[in-house]
């Protein structure tokens, strides 16, 4: 959740960190701080709030240096505060660490190393590294140890996860940094090297990439750098080149990235189908080349379940349509936070497939793991190439939906509905569960939707004053059935999670039961009502609805008449495929979450208390 990045090389350090910081904004923090070795000593700096303000303490001071790491915090142990902020130092002020993840068993070493006389000044789980590493350099203080040495050292007592980097005064012309459980990349440029959390801080300077994987420690020098397993072993790593650039992750005139990605969302349907759905003619085939090598196995899958948090959990949920549609197989879909916890019984040949838009999320992470213990053949479906679930999935296939910057995922879950429905459709044709002419049907619509999505965004300015129509009300309902009812869960997500207004999606059949109590005249309803085979049944919840005199905003098929008598305002969608609706109807929530927030005046790219990728549990 937090960002990390630290220089080394013949620049100067602090600005270069600085704006890596800047670049791990959308991640999510509370706090801020960098710690330099300007030649002769350790500095450091820290504060609460954003990294503007950490930027205006720093101007007062004249700080060069070559070396330097920096963090943004998102506050787990600690409220956010300066003293909790990073980086982290021991009693000496001669070691810097910043870190993400969690420190589960930071308790009882701090109660050890109090005892031994050390002195903590934070409530962070992340001090005790600091003081770990200190101990480590007290211990062998006659043998001068090296500072990979003493983290290794440190990090052989701790239990937990941990992305960290790490310089100190005891080895000051190096930067080591280490991982288990938490992600982090290595720029390698010309005479200089970085690390980050996430790319997006290394991409200016170098798309010449190394991806740590677990329990592997990295030490950089202005010279060149070296990769260590954690048994001191020396590893080689390959170089990755990153597929995009610094002006992908750049607003390109709109106001904010949330807006930018969901009018790339045409775009980014079109990248996720290249070179996967085949021209006419030759049956709507699919190909996917991450699974080629397991494409026998996936002939014997008896059963499917999908592990997925958040948003890409709805788009499992929709996933679970399309693969019980054209595949015939058996599916579920599971909230992988709570996948590990329910002792699931995975039947022989269950495929499980973890969605997660960075491929780090760390609740989708060990549910993958968990699910390949017991037996499971697992494909990850990810956007980060390199991550970690990526690495650790017998298959997978990428997005491809570039940089996803803005905290409420937008492109990434078209991305994710159009991959799930390619491998369905493979699915079904190697298993003969569906008949050529609904995969040429299928694979003909799937391929008019950017087409349709493009026509959506035009009614930008009409959807806005919609938003400001409806800015006096705090509750919303969002109803939908069938393929729509996912969609349904997704909207009243986005409008919660930018607007803090809260939003529940619902089944529309699930009403009577119960939150039908809930409607008034001050409860509006926002409902998706396609032309499909349930929008006989939608045009009854309306009416029940209107009865109890509920509002209605309704996503309706263009054309349709009779829901424009019934409710109170209609955004049209183009006439699709039932399957294909969801690419659709998701995208007119979107911007009216979008323009909800913006006219409240919020900051929609960075919500409050939210980070983009959650990689601690």
């Known amino acids: 959740m937090c960002g990390i990045v630290g220089y080394i090389g013949k620049r100067q350090a602090l600005p270069i960190v600085i704006e890596g910081l800047k670049r791990l904004e959308y991640r999510g923090y509370d706090s801020a701080g960098v710690a330099l070795w300007d030649g002769k000593k350790l500095q450091d700096e820290r504060a609460a709030g954003r990294i503007s303000v950490l930027e205006g303490n720093l101007q007062r001071k004249s700080w060069a240096g070559n070396l330097a790491i920096a963090h943004t915090r998102w506050a787990t142990h600690g409220k956010p505060s300066e003293a909790n902020a990073h980086p982290q130092s021991d009693c000496t002020k001669g070691i810097e660490v910043v870190h993400n993840g969690i420190i589960e068993n930071h308790a009882e070493l701090r109660e050890a190393l109090i005892r031994e006389g050390h002195k903590f000044v934070s409530d962070t789980d992340t001090e005790v590294i600091s003081h770990l590493i200190e101990r480590a350099f007290l211990v062998n203080a006659k043998e001068k140890i090296l500072l990979e040495h003493a983290v290794l050292d440190g990090l052989r007592h701790v239990t937990g996860t941990f992305g960290i980097a790490v310089i100190s005064k005891h080895d000051p012309r190096k930067l080591v940094a280490a991982r288990r459980g938490s992600p982090l990349i290595l720029g390698i440029g010309k005479d200089e090297f970085m690390v980050s959390s996430d790319v997006s801080a290394i991409v200016e300077h170098t798309r010449k990439v190394v991806y740590l994987h677990d329990d592997e420690l990295a030490v950089l020098t202005p010279q060149g750098y070296e990769i260590l397993g954690f048994n001191k072993k020396t590893i080689s790593k390959p170089l990755n080149t990153i597929d995009w650039d610094v002006v992908s992750a750049q607003k390109g005139g709109y106001p904010h990235f949330m807006k930018k990605e969901i009018f790339e969302g045409p775009e980014t349907l079109e990248n996720a189908f290249r070179g996967r759905l085949l021209e006419a003619g030759k049956g709507g085939l699919v190909k996917l080349g991450g699974i080629e090598e397991i494409k026998n196995k996936l002939l014997t899958v008896r059963r499917i379940l999908v592990v997925a948090c958040g948003t890409s959990y709805y788009a499992g949920?929709?996933?679970?349509?399309?693969?019980?549609?054209?595949?015939?197989?058996?599916?579920?879909?599971?909230?992988?936070?709570?996948?590990?916890?329910?002792?699931?019984?995975?039947?022989?040949?269950?495929?499980?497939?973890?969605?997660?838009?960075?491929?780090?999320?760390?609740?989708?992470?060990?549910?993958?793991?968990?699910?390949?213990?017991?037996?499971?053949?697992?494909?990850?479906?990810?956007?980060?190439?390199?991550?970690?679930?990526?690495?650790?999935?017998?298959?997978?296939?990428?997005?491809?939906?570039?940089?996803?910057?803005?905290?409420?995922?937008?492109?990434?879950?078209?991305?994710?509905?159009?991959?799930?429905?390619?491998?369905?459709?493979?699915?079904?044709?190697?298993?003969?569960?569906?008949?050529?002419?609904?995969?040429?049907?299928?694979?003909?619509?799937?391929?008019?939707?950017?087409?349709?999505?493009?026509?959506?965004?035009?009614?930008?300015?009409?959807?806005?004053?919609?938003?400001?129509?409806?800015?006096?009300?705090?509750?919303?309902?969002?109803?939908?059935?069938?393929?729509?009812?996912?969609?349904?869960?997704?909207?009243?997500?986005?409008?919660?999670?930018?607007?803090?207004?809260?939003?529940?999606?619902?089944?529309?059949?699930?009403?009577?039961?119960?939150?039908?109590?809930?409607?008034?005249?001050?409860?509006?309803?926002?409902?998706?009502?396609?032309?499909?085979?349930?929008?006989?049944?939608?045009?009854?919840?309306?009416?029940?609805?209107?009865?109890?005199?509920?509002?209605?905003?309704?996503?309706?098929?263009?054309?349709?008449?009779?829901?424009?008598?019934?409710?109170?305002?209609?955004?049209?969608?183009?006439?699709?495929?039932?399957?294909?609706?969801?690419?659709?109807?998701?995208?007119?929530?979107?911007?009216?979450?979008?323009?909800?927030?913006?006219?409240?005046?919020?900051?929609?790219?960075?919500?409050?208390?939210?980070?983009?990728?959650?990689?601690?549990?």
Do not use: W
């Open 317 to 617: 949920l929709v996933g679970k349509y399309f693969f019980e549609n054209f595949s015939r197989i058996p599916c579920s879909v599971e909230h992988a936070s709570e996948f590990r916890y329910s002792n699931p019984v995975l039947e022989k040949n269950t495929l499980v497939i973890a969605i997660s838009q960075s491929g780090e999320t760390a609740d989708t992470l060990e549910a993958l793991r968990d699910a390949k213990k017991r037996g499971a053949l697992a494909i990850g479906i990810v956007n980060v190439v390199g991550s970690t679930i990526a690495r650790e999935s017998d298959a997978g296939v990428y997005n491809h939906a570039g940089p996803e910057i803005g905290v409420a995922s937008t492109k990434a879950f078209l991305s994710q509905l159009g991959v799930l429905a390619l491998l369905a459709m493979l699915l079904g044709k190697e298993k003969e569960a569906v008949s050529e002419v609904m995969l040429q049907k299928f694979s003909a619509e799937l391929k008019s939707l950017p087409v349709k999505i493009k026509k959506i965004l035009a009614m930008d300015e009409k959807i806005r004053k919609l938003a400001e129509k409806y800015l006096k009300y705090d509750n919303f309902l969002f109803l939908g059935r069938k393929y729509q009812y996912p969609v349904a869960l997704e909207g009243a997500l986005k409008l919660k999670e930018i607007s803090y207004k809260y939003a529940e999606g619902l089944a529309a059949g699930e009403m009577k039961h119960g939150p039908i109590a809930l409607v008034d005249e001050d409860m509006p309803c926002i409902v998706l009502a396609p032309k499909d085979s349930v929008y006989e049944k939608m045009l009854s919840n309306i009416e029940e609805i209107k009865a109890r005199g509920g509002k209605i905003l309704a996503v309706a098929t263009e054309g349709d008449e009779r829901i424009a008598k019934l409710a109170d305002d209609v955004i049209y969608i183009p006439h699709t495929m039932e399957e294909a609706a969801p690419f659709l109807s998701v995208v007119p929530l979107q911007l009216f979450a979008y323009h909800t927030s913006d006219l409240l005046g919020l900051d929609v790219d960075k919500p409050r208390n939210l980070a983009k990728s959650v990689t601690v549990e």
